[in-house]
């Protein structure tokens, strides 16, 4: 590889970052900004590497289509202020798998750089907090924050143990990408010391979400591994030791402890989410968050009076739910369709099921379905003609990965 390719390829892996943190990072840059700024960015890589243009086109006018008819025709209406910026999203993913598709290992290679770099980061906010104590301040409800540069949960789990949660809005932010990280730098890269690091910072976040994940890939990776002992007993004993513990304590947390509200308030969103459904199965109710506050005036008080849960709790927040939010949202016909190019994303093809459950495990839990890194595995599946008719695929090298 010359300077000039290193070079791009870090600059790509940079684009990738910026992405990621468009996809759930913390506001201290307004994400329109970030939006602009990664579109600037990649349109300047699209030159580079010479992305196929009708390909941009014909998706951008179909998903244009698509989000105008359902601002147009949903009877509950929207703000068109977020169609915009969702179709920017759209828009930018279309770019990436058209910059892609002629060098597909690289997508991989440029992901797992930009996700090191919130591995890094997510390490120093663990061990800095030790020092820095002092000297957080509260911003928000639960956030703590030194100086906007690190940035933890205030719940604790563990005493005098904060929740580390990287660059994201939350620690169950961070540990989808950590858990990603693991996925390719085992299952794809073989480098077993990101690995180690991965399920260490994993532990920090405190996220029952996460340590499911991390624990289901680590059985994955035992049963595969049953004849190779000296790979599956060290992994089963460091599963025991440290994972199980915590999780188990998590799981207790969130039925009878602090966390109750947050249980509490998330079969709230999965209520109402089915009652929107039931009552706008085909156009949905459009793609405002505004709609959700409406409808939980109708489930809120009793459940407010019998467990404490604040007003900010239940009306002031948009569904934690993805999957019911896109269906929802769009209508039932469309979140088919939806699920069906998800499931058939071609980016990921080594072990592609269990990285599409990890995809599934976290939209259940956080509202990302319609962010940048999300909408690129969707736009993958859609763009690719059926892979048993040929072997054709911007992804296609890393099908025997």
Request: charged share 15%; aromatic share 20%.
């Given at each position: 590889m010359n300077i000039k390719e290193n070079k791009i390829n870090y600059f790509s892996s940079f684009i990738i970052a910026l992405i990621i943190f468009n996809s759930g990072g913390v506001s201290v840059i307004p994400h329109y900004i970030v939006t602009v700024f990664a579109f600037f960015l990649i349109l300047i890589l699209f030159i580079f590497k010479e992305g196929e243009k009708k390909f941009i086109v014909k998706l951008s006018f179909i998903f244009f289509i698509v989000l105008f008819s359902n601002y147009y025709f949903t009877s509950w209406g929207g703000d068109p202020k977020r169609y915009i910026v969702f179709y920017s999203y759209i828009v930018t993913a279309i770019?990436?798998?058209?910059?892609?598709?002629?060098?597909?290992?690289?997508?991989?290679?440029?992901?797992?750089?930009?996700?090191?770099?919130?591995?890094?980061?997510?390490?120093?906010?663990?061990f800095a907090q030790f020092f820095i104590a002092n000297y957080v301040v509260i911003e928000g409800q639960h956030i703590q924050t030194f100086k906007y540069i690190f940035y933890y949960q205030d719940r604790q789990t563990i005493p005098y143990l904060l929740r580390v949660q990287g660059l994201f809005w939350e620690?169950?932010?961070?540990?989808?990408?950590?858990?990603?990280?693991?996925?390719?730098s085992y299952f794809i890269i073989k480098d077993y010391r990101l690995t180690f690091l991965s399920v260490l910072i994993i532990l920090t976040t405190f996220s029952t979400t996460g340590y499911l994940l991390i624990a289901i890939q680590i059985i994955y990776i035992l049963i595969s591994n049953m004849k190779?002992?000296?790979i599956a007993f060290p992994l089963l004993l460091f599963s025991i030791v440290l994972i199980v513990p915590v999780l188990s304590r998590n799981i207790e947390d969130?039925?009878?402890?602090?966390?109750?509200?947050?249980s509490l308030v998330r079969e709230l969103d999965f209520a109402i989410g089915i009652d929107i459904i039931k009552n706008n199965p085909i156009l949905g109710i459009g793609l405002t968050n505004e709609n959700y506050t409406y409808t939980h005036y109708f489930y809120g008080e009793s459940i407010r009076a019998l467990f404490e849960v604040t007003e900010d709790e239940?009306?002031?927040?948009?569904?934690?739910?993805?999957?019911l939010w896109i269906s929802s949202a769009l209508g039932l016909p469309i979140f088919f369709l939806w699920l069906y190019y998800l499931f058939n994303q071609q980016i990921i093809m080594s072990n592609r099921y269990l990285f599409l459950f990890i995809i599934f495990i976290t939209l259940l839990s956080e509202p990302l379905v319609m962010t940048p890194f999300f909408i690129i595995f969707f736009i993958s599946g859609l763009s690719i003609k059926k892979r048993a008719i040929s072997t054709f695929s911007p992804f296609g090298k890393l099908n025997n990965t």
């Open positions: 770019l990436i798998i058209s910059i892609y598709k002629s060098d597909p290992l690289q997508f991989i290679l440029d992901l797992r750089r930009a996700l090191i770099f919130f591995l890094i980061h997510a390490i120093f906010s663990f620690p169950g932010v961070l540990q989808f990408y950590i858990n990603i990280l693991f996925f390719i190779r002992k000296f969130k039925i009878s402890g602090y966390n109750r509200k947050s239940l009306y002031n927040k948009g569904t934690t739910n993805s999957i």
